[in-house]
T-cell receptor, first 116, second 114 residues
Framework: AQKITQTQPGMFVQEKEAVTLDCTYD???????LFWYKQPSSGEMIFLIY??????QNATEGRYSLNFQKARKSANLVISASQLGDSAMYFC?????????????FGSGTRLQVQP | EAQVTQNPRYLITVTGKKLTVTCSQN?????MSWYRQDPGLGLRQIYY???????DKGDVPEGYKVSRKEKRNFPLILESPSPNQTSLYFC?????????????FGSGTRLTVV
């Protein structure tokens, strides 16, 4: 079963509007971290925001916020006031605890295009 | 500046010619890892290391070798590259191997094997 699911292959948003990128995850481990990364066309992976499984409040980092709904196992990324420079691929990822290799497992990504 | 440095950024090579992609981090991180990214397959872990002299296989280790002789360096070795190893490669490091720390990624290496 997919551990991280991103159901939106592509999204369009108008400049200055907010956009939500969906992410659901699957784990039975009580300890895990959820991460969002941005990959612009130049290829690098840029860390955006993090949410721990025990965190009570939703994470925020500037224009980025993470809508964490633990019971639904969702961790949606909200970008407020979109800018042209936000056009990129966005990946949701999870890192589990336990005794495993603690790899970062990625979703398939969402390509966001911000239109002027 | 805290960073993970990969070299080279771009590499075109021929089948069978051994190559090494270097990776170095200046954050004193214990955990380091290599990923490859392919269209439609996403990012997949090749190898990882939890500390010096401790390495283990990820999801797609075939055709690759790694070593961790020093904490800061984690080179990826392709002893006999083949065209199916054409990919975008990322080195990444983390300050701990708990789930509550993310990775810092290098800028990536675009490898083409002809």
């Amino acid at each position: 079963a997919q551990k991280i699911t991103q159901t939106q292959p592509g999204m369009f948003v108008q400049e200055k509007e907010a956009v939500t990128l969906d992410c659901t995850y699957d784990t039975s481990d009580p300890s895990y971290g959820l991460f969002w990364y941005k990959q612009p066309s130049s290829g690098e992976m840029i860390f955006l925001i993090y949410q721990g499984s025990y965190d009570q409040q939703n994470a925020t980092e500037g224009r980025y916020s993470l809508n964490f709904q633990k019971a639904r196992k969702s961790a949606n990324l909200v970008i407020s006031a979109s800018q042209l420079g936000d056009s990129a691929m966005y990946f949701c990822a999870m890192r589990e605890g336990g005794t495993g290799r603690r790899a970062l497992t990625f979703g398939s990504g969402t390509r966001l295009q911000v239109q002027p | 500046e805290a960073q993970v440095t990969q070299n080279p950024r771009y590499l075109i090579t021929v089948t069978g010619k051994k190559l090494t992609v270097t990776c170095s981090q200046n954050m004193n991180h214990e955990y380091m890892s290599w990923y490859r990214q392919d269209p439609g397959l996403g990012l997949r872990q090749i190898y990882y290391s939890m500390n010096v002299e401790v390495t283990d296989k990820g999801d797609v280790p075939e055709g690759y070798k790694v070593s961790r002789k020093e904490k800061r360096n984690f080179p990826l070795i392709l002893e006999s590259p083949s065209p199916n190893q054409t990919s975008l490669y990322f080195c990444a490091s983390s300050s701990a191997w708990t789930p509550f720390y993310g990775y810092t990624f290098g800028s990536g290496t675009r490898l083409t094997v002809v």
